[in-house]
């Protein structure tokens, strides 16, 4: 059995952490720095950085938060938003994060993810894959790019598979509809990743108590379990969640 890692994620807009609601109605949520040194206090075994205007405002990451969230923390660290070449990545690797997170740039030229994994690794490469339910895909699910505001005409599922094939490391399917909700991951969108490919897969969108963890793993086949607006508010910590997890007969890092 895998060991199940939680994975806090900070969204990150003019250099503050915030959540929104299916990518909109964005709050701020704290600051990076501090969420970042809590959590990797709390026991998160990874850390996501999501730079969410970077695509939209045309521009990179930006260099300075990461270093500075990478500065109190050891566990990896994953950077995306904004980065749409071998370049980009070299300059984020090389101020702290361990991997990097593309989603648009990858759509936009899949070659990317095969010279990536050829010059860094598979393991540092993760494939972000934002997808809505759409009845005239293959797989009833159609891939979004840029923030989550454009639909590709492309069926999310297959993506995967030709993202693993590429040489990606991770797959970070987020669920167009379930995103900030609480209500939920997407079970189905995420099951249907998971089945297409035999990478690790990222749950991510929704999750908003912990029974929805524990469901991630059992009917998702998640390994990761990604998580924003219940670790932000404090409605939960990391620890209830581990020990929850364990109590259900999962295996975690405590």
């Keep these: 059995m895998n060991i199940i890692k939680i994975m806090p994620c900070l969204d990150m807009k003019d250099g503050r952490v915030v959540k929104g609601i299916h990518f909109v109605n964005i709050k701020d949520a704290g600051d990076p720095v501090e969420n970042a040194a809590l959590y990797q206090k709390e026991g998160a075994d990874e850390l996501a950085m999501l730079d969410i205007a970077a695509t939209v405002e045309n521009r990179k990451t930006r260099l300075e938060w990461v270093k500075n969230v990478s500065s109190v923390i050891n566990i990896p660290l994953t950077v995306g938003g904004g980065i749409s070449s071998l370049e ?98 997407d079970l189905e969108f995420t099951r249907a990743i998971s089945d297409a490919v035999n990478l690790p897969v990222v749950a991510s969108g929704g999750a908003g108590k912990l029974e929805h963890f524990y469901e991630a793993v059992i009917k998702g086949g998640a390994q990761i379990l990604l998580a924003a607006s219940v670790f932000h508010y404090r409605i939960l910590s990391i620890r209830q969640v581990k020990e929850y997890l364990q109590n259900k007969g999962l295996k975690v890092n405590l």
């Design 88 to 185: 980009d990545i070299e300059l984020v690797l090389k101020v702290g994060a361990d991997k990097v997170s593309m989603n648009s740039a990858a759509v936009k030229n899949p070659d990317l993810i095969r010279e990536a994994a050829k010059t860094f690794g598979s393991d540092r490469i993760t494939i972000a894959i934002d997808g809505r339910r759409n009845k005239e895909m293959p797989s009833g699910f159609e891939l979004v790019v840029f923030g989550g505001t454009k639909p590709v005409g492309k069926d999310a599922i297959a993506w995967a598979r030709q993202c693993q094939d590429l040489g990606a490391g991770v797959i970070l399917p987020t669920s167009m509809d379930g995103d900030g909700t609480q209500a939920g991951y």
